[in-house]
């Protein structure tokens, strides 16, 4: 007997998040939901001719009204939400409601927090809840770990990941592999790192540096919001420094730090003429018009260095994983890191190996997990232990 999933968003992470389901997930049945009812149905269809069978099916709903959805989640067995994050803590009251194991995709560490609070009521209701899964937060964090038990006493983790086109076209060298949204909440705020062991605000778009990771050669690498979602928290005290930073072809950063400079991430509005226009919503719709390629085919890279000691003695664990557009499946790369990702962690969930109770990513998936759950979907993570002078810059 296999297990009814339903995914609330069913654009590019959704979509794939029901592909890996239905091969990985004991899936008997998907329930795609989306306020437009093109693109459910056009989901629904694209999933059940991938896989030769007919598993999914399509649903119009509209994740701002939770209560809706309840009859529908009273008889599945997961949630997974690929909406915009700021209807997953009403997603997450819903799902406990309903007694459905859930997962979401994340993308603002206060919301998340308020997920995790809720530990208490989800262990009564005995479901899982795992949010802020996908490629970053998510992956990248599950990697980290990953990094981190090579070592015997890890001290300080350096993540860099990042989604790029394989062909970058100037001037901005990106095209949108998420929502405009999304990535202009990565843009704006602040991350939180740890820094000396403490839980430090660190200002998007600072701390610029170039890095080199084969095989895409230099890149640049800044600060933006919410990669490493709650782990700073579990972490403090217990490594020194725990940092994520993303990863852009050079001169990306720049061409942001202007767009800021001009008062473009604004959320109060300014007149334009007789009407008022909010910077920030201007901004979204520009890059969405400026950046979206549905054509394009892209390269993702996860890049993990761990510090700290094994045997004794100073040493570095490395773990990367690259991965790029599959013209199989049609699905890029940031798609199948994201969706791929909270859907291993779902199947989890519904089979009973994460625990009930609200559970941050970073306890939910161990990177031993993982590293096995990896090569069945054509996942080629790199890994080596080096030894390390102990006053070595990484």
């Known amino acids: 007997m296999g297990y009814h999933y339903v995914v609330i968003g069913a654009g590019r992470q959704g979509v794939a998040a029901g592909y ?33 069978r ?16 309840a009859p529908l989640l009273r008889e599945a067995d997961g949630l997974l939400s690929a909406a915009p994050y700021r209807f997953n803590l009403g997603l997450a009251h819903l799902a406990i409601a309903t007694k459905t194991s859930m997962v979401d995709l994340g993308g603002h560490t206060g919301i998340v927090r308020e997920e995790i609070a809720l530990d208490r009521e989800a262990k009564r209701a005995g479901v899982a809840l795992v949010p802020d899964c996908g490629m970053g937060p998510g992956m990248n964090v599950t990697l980290a770990l990953a990094a981190m038990d090579l070592l015997d006493e890890p001290e300080e983790v350096r993540i860099y990941d990042g989604g790029l086109p394989e062909n ?80 852009r072809y050079p001169g990306h950063c720049g061409l942001l730090r202007g767009l800021r400079a001009l008062g473009l991430f604004g959320r109060e509005p300014i007149p334009v003429g007789k009407s008022a226009v909010v910077p920030r919503d201007l901004l979204i719709a520009l890059l969405e018009r400026a950046l979206a390629d549905p054509e394009v085919r892209d390269v993702c890279l996860i890049h993990v260095r761990a510090r700290g000691r094994k ?58 997990r993982f590293l096995a759950l990896a090569p069945s979907r054509g996942w080629r993570v790199e890994a080596f232990l080096a030894p390390a002078a102990s006053d070595e810059k990484p």
Not at 21 to 36: K, P, S
Not at 55 to 69: F, I, K, M, N
Not at 332 to 348: F, N, P
């Open 20 to 52: 890996d389901l239905a091969r990985h997930g004991d899936a008997e049945r998907i329930t795609l939901v989306d306020c437009h009812a093109q693109a459910a149905h056009g989901g629904a269809e694209r999933l059940n001719r991938l896989l030769g």
């Open 54 to 69: 007919s598993v999914a099916e399509a649903r119009v709903g509209d994740a701002s009204q939770p209560e809706t959805l």
């Open 168 to 247: 970058p076209m100037p001037p901005w060298n990106y095209a949108l592999l998420f929502s405009a949204e999304g990535l202009v909440n990565e843009y704006e705020g602040e991350a939180y790192f740890l820094r000396g062991g403490k839980v430090t605000p660190i200002p998007a778009l600072e701390e610029l540096e170039e890095v080199e990771i084969p095989p895409l050669g230099t890149l640049e690498a800044f600060v933006t919001s919410g990669g490493l979602s709650t782990m700073p928290w579990t972490y403090e005290g217990k490594l020194r420094v725990l940092e994520n930073k993303t990863l």
């Open 311 to 368: 045997a004794g003695r100073p040493a570095e664990a490395r773990v990367t994983l690259v991965d790029r557009y599959d013209p199989g499946t049609g699905f890029r790369a940031m798609e199948k890191l994201t969706g791929w990702h909270a859907a291993i962690v779902l199947a989890l969930a519904v089979r009973g190996e994460i625990p009930p109770g609200a559970t941050p990513i970073e306890r939910a998936l161990s990177g031993t």
